[in-house]
């Protein structure tokens, strides 16, 4: 059996190229991964996600864990049989999640408690219940449990922080195991401080993962703290292993992480935008419930090859999604994660070539010549 | 260019089937055409609806000019580039919704006038209306302007509604005037009356259509009112023209149409269906919503073919209907489309081999030995 591994192919730069290979298929590197919060990336059907060119989706075990269970999709045969894709799966550990969505929460060193937002229901989450939650989806790449620190954060209470999630990081690590052909990534935490990144950083590599994510970014802190972070926190983890930006983000996030050392991203952004009527494009963002495009016979992009592209008007669209007809949400999608794609593969070429730089330049070029609509 | 025509090629009983020519597409008869309101065939891409086995869609007048409007429409190339559909489309008048749907109708010889449901803007339908949208929408066959009488109606009022519409009727053929390759419908009425029926058909045979409609059924009469009526309401009719039976309706109302002589079929209700999780199978109706099917590995019809059947358990379909995922309409629409065309595709079959009332017999028997909820 293939198991678990990561092939750098190229580095331009700080940015790199390369595979992760797994026995449920090769993952190229610097990938972004669509999310399927609910078994399902919302408005798509599975094999649609994968003609965009997705190599690997995200499932969120706080989402499964409540609905319908992680003991029933065992039952049934697993995440991937039981939504349809049989490619790689990270799952996240539900750590971020519980904090953001559950009511009641209680945190202790043990771990979280908390109350269902779907029906009030108490549960539990500790690392070593992540873990097994993790296995029962049948993931290919687990995360460890940890804390998302807010932001900002005092500097004592993020490092308080980081140290717990340093703890369950080793927990989660242990509980685990030995799986041949499944990863387990480490989180490193510690806020926007430079000493605590470094720590955090340290306590992962002693521990030794298959792969490392930078956390506790995109919590609000904006795109210039975010890169600031970004221009040594990637460094500090090892260079044979990937890097995972969690979270990440909006187009020129992606370009800019890219640049700085990032290797894998997930976001919800390019679906949520599809349902929400904002559509990426290489010149920027178009609202498509703007009436300007009411009567509007070009596609939304006419270089791109997406089905919502190569078939419809700006017309047809607006008209969709003003009429709230499912097919907006559909076609939206489509084309944003198309477009996200594209991306990341003209980033992995444009390494290869060792042209990143001029892609680079050629991406902020034409979204600034371009009718871009703030988001 | 090839013309409108049809060639009936099968009789069995009163049951038929034949084709339907157009320029842009054949028909095969008895056909069901999916109900496409807005432009679109709710949660379906149009090359999917394609894929069930679909020849034909209808678009309803009412809707497409209230939004985004039938000058809009024809301005961005027709309805069929404007939905992507390249195929026949039939429209219906408007006259039907424009009486279950808007607000302050006033109807009187002339036609009648409302407001919109939308934005309450004022419109006015007349027979001349109705065709001028039904030409700018490029409709390949065009209903005439009727008014569905209501059920029930006294013997009195049914007759005057009646030759009202029969007057309407002229009033479309003459706006209608000659468009090769396009067809015009004439509307039977007469609600539950069979002098009216003959009535109503020696009008529209007088003034000659392409083909011809029983309208005024599926309004509350129940099956076996309807089939009452069907039992000599299509022999009134023309042997060589096409039969459509409006807003008709369930898999059982199919075959017995087509048993009484009816050709063309159209409904909401295989895609309304989808989306509320109600299943058409061989085996009747399934519930998806109901708890038992929770931990079902099974698809939703072992012998269906269709993407929700070949791909996913009604496990994965409860539990994303539950979630309210845009997938759980998308897969459980295309099921009962593809339901649908199976269906109908049988009774082409059976009718060419004239084994009509064996298929008939086995459709029946199929659902009474079945896990049948009611619908």
């Not at 706080?62 to 799952?91: C, D, Q, V």
């Not at 229901?121 to 290919?140: F, K």
């Not at 992480?257 to 976001?267: E, Q």
């Not at 090859?305 to 078939?311: E, F, G, K, L, M």
Request: hydrophobic share 35%.
């Amino acid at each position: 059996m293939t198991q678990f591994s990561f092939d750098l192919h190229n580095t331009d730069g700080k940015a790199r190229t390369g595979i992760i290979h797994t026995p449920r298929g090769d993952i190229r590197t610097p990938a972004f991964m669509p999310v399927g919060t609910a078994a399902t990336v919302k408005a798509m059907l599975p094999e649609n996600v994968r003609a965009t060119g997705a190599d690997i989706l995200l499932g969120n075990t706080y989402h499964l864990m409540l609905r319908p269970s992680a003991e029933r999709i065992a039952n049934l045969g697993g995440l991937h049989k039981f939504m349809n894709w049989e490619r790689p799966i990270l799952t996240d550990s539900g750590g971020f999640q519980v904090m953001s969505l559950s009511d009641l929460r209680k945190m202790s060193e043990q771990g979280v408690t908390f109350k269902s937002h779907i029906d009030g229901s108490l549960h539990e989450i500790t690392p070593e219940r992540s873990m097994e939650i993790q296995r029962l989806l049948g993931s290919d790449i687990v995360m460890c449990f940890d804390e998302c620190t807010p932001h900002p954060a005092p500097e004592d209470v993020a490092q308080k922080s980081m140290r717990m999630s340093m703890r369950w990081a080793q927990r989660s690590r242990d509980a685990f195991g030995d799986r041949p052909g499944h990863a387990i990534f480490g989180i490193q935490q510690g806020s926007v401080f430079k000493d605590q990144r470094e720590e955090s950083a340290e306590a992962l590599k002693a521990i030794g993962f298959e792969g490392y994510a930078v956390g506790g970014l995109a919590v609000g802190e904006g795109q210039e703290t975010m890169f600031q972070v970004l221009d040594y926190a990637p460094d500090m983890l090892p260079a044979d292993k990937p890097r995972y930006l969690m979270g990440v983000g909006k187009p020129d996030d992606l370009v800019g992480g890219v640049k700085r050392g990032i290797d894998m991203f997930d976001c919800v952004l390019p679906s949520r935008s599809g349902r929400t009527g904002q559509i990426f494009t290489r010149h920027g963002v178009l609202n498509i419930k703007n009436a300007r495009h009411k009567d509007d016979p070009r596609p939304l992009d006419e270089s791109c090859t997406c089905p919502a592209c190569r078939s419809y008007s700006r017309a047809y669209l607006h008209h969709v999604f003003k009429a709230q007809e499912i097919i907006a949400s559909m076609l939206m999608t489509w084309h944003n994660l198309h477009y996200y794609q594209e991306l990341m593969a003209g980033m992995r070429d444009a390494i290869a070539a060792g042209t990143f730089d001029h892609f680079k330049s050629q991406f902020h070029a034409q979204r600034a010549q371009g009718d871009i609509e703030p988001l």
